[in-house]
């Protein structure tokens, strides 16, 4: 996965034709569809970002969002805005080969597709993997869904040459309302990834080993049930520190991510970005200025060694790895 090349045209012909022929972007989920998708299955999987010719410098970016009650119109936002995201990765420069992967979570105590794992994909394929979301708007009702579950398939079942190669850590953005449980239970690793663990998991360390290879983000946005519960938000703060972040509109939610990636991959600062959202004519400008202020020019850094088949250190991003120059060459990129 992670080959081709994300074309705005081929997007836009999608969505005229699904809008001329009455079909959704998430035809599955609306079909009806209350089982997980062949091509989204966590049972059994690996997911990898990998190098290539066309893509010689992989950047992995993870995207899986909350889809019960509050939080089910997410994925639909985001499906909408993909241009606009892909277009500040790609047009200005913010990432060196972005490869995304989309992924949604729900309540694994309840939900019947409480998992769910694209794959890693630099063309309009990502487009695709968003139709086949499940949109099962479950949940518990608990104020905690299986966000430590996800966590644990990012840090155990994903392989990235950006971390193997070059000691890179990928992107993984969570975007959710509630709590996520203590643990990671091992009869629902069993049930829904297929591991055989000899015990439960606790969050912690489930954090402590996603971050690891992950800059992890939690993003909060406003209108969903939760948005603006302290209770919430001081819980990831304690767990992701800064990287904790609170939207005050949804629809800013793409530029969000996309800025966070420019300013970790330092191709940009936050007035840089601020001005290419500006001139790109975004409304999100003031949200994302409020949510990002916190991170200043950085990022929460974790430091560790690459694994043991790996003799050196990994390069901090900002090293000899940076992406292409503002304003330069795209690689071949389809212009947006």
């Not at 996603?210 to 304690?238: C, E, I, M, Q």
Request: aromatic fraction near 6%; glycine fraction near 12%; hydrophobic fraction near 35%.
């Amino acid at each position: 996965m992670g080959s081709g090349i994300w074309s705005t045209n081929v997007y836009d012909a999608a969505d005229r034709y699904r809008k001329a022929t009455g079909k959704s972007a998430f035809s599955y989920s609306d079909s009806g569809a209350r089982t997980v998708h062949p091509d989204l299955d966590p049972r059994g999987a690996t997911r990898e970002s990998r190098d290539s010719a066309e893509h010689p410098q992989s950047t992995p970016i993870t995207v899986l969002f909350d889809v019960t009650g509050s939080m089910g119109h997410v994925p639909r936002t985001l499906q909408a805005k993909l241009p606009q995201l892909l277009g500040l990765l790609l047009r200005q420069g913010y990432a060196r080969d972005p490869q995304v992967m989309f992924g949604a979570i729900g309540d694994a105590t309840c939900d019947r597709v409480p998992l769910q794992v694209g794959q890693f994909e630099s063309d309009n394929r990502m487009d695709d993997d968003l139709g086949k979301i499940v949109l099962e708007g479950g949940g518990g009702g608990q104020m905690m869904e299986s966000y430590e579950l996800a966590m644990y398939f990012m840090a155990r079942h994903t392989v990235t040459d950006s971390w193997e190669k070059r000691g890179r850590r990928g992107y993984l953005f969570i975007i959710g309302d509630e709590l996520a449980y203590g643990k990671v239970k091992q009869r629902e690793v069993a049930r829904l990834i297929g591991d055989g663990l000899g015990e439960d998991v606790p969050l912690r360390q489930v954090v402590d080993e996603v971050t690891r290879r992950w800059d992890t983000y939690y993003l909060l946005p406003a209108g969903s049930h939760y948005s603006g519960n302290r209770k919430v938000l001081d819980f990831w703060r304690d767990l992701l520190g800064q990287n904790a972040i609170e939207l005050d509109d949804l629809d800013a939610v793409c530029e969000t991510i996309a800025l966070t990636v420019g300013l970790g991959e330092e191709a940009i600062d936050l007035d840089e970005g601020l001005r290419d959202l500006n001139q790109h004519g975004s409304t999100a400008t003031g949200t994302v200025s409020k949510a990002l202020a916190r991170l200043g020019g950085g990022r929460r850094t974790v430091v560790s060694a690459l694994p043991p088949a790996t003799s050196t250190l990994p390069a901090p991003r900002g090293g000899s790895t940076l992406p292409a120059p503002r304003g330069g060459s795209t690689g071949g990129v389809t212009r947006l």
